[in-house]
């Protein structure tokens, strides 16, 4: 069995390490900032 390359390489460990952490940080940052803003009734209310 001939062994399959890509083209474009392999990726490193701190690259992906550096994507899934930053990853992880802004979607943890972006539930905390959406659970505060639906605490305040008038974020969702607006009249």
Do not use: D, Q
């Not at 550096?18 to 209310?45: D, H, P, Q, R, T």
Request: proline share 2%; with cysteine.
């Amino acid at each position: 069995m001939a062994e399959v390359t890509s083209t474009a390489g392999t990726a490193t460990f701190l690259p992906m390490a550096i994507a899934y952490g930053s990853l992880i940080l802004l979607a943890g940052l972006s539930l905390y900032f959406c659970s505060k803003m639906f605490e305040k009734e008038n974020a969702v209310f607006r009249s």
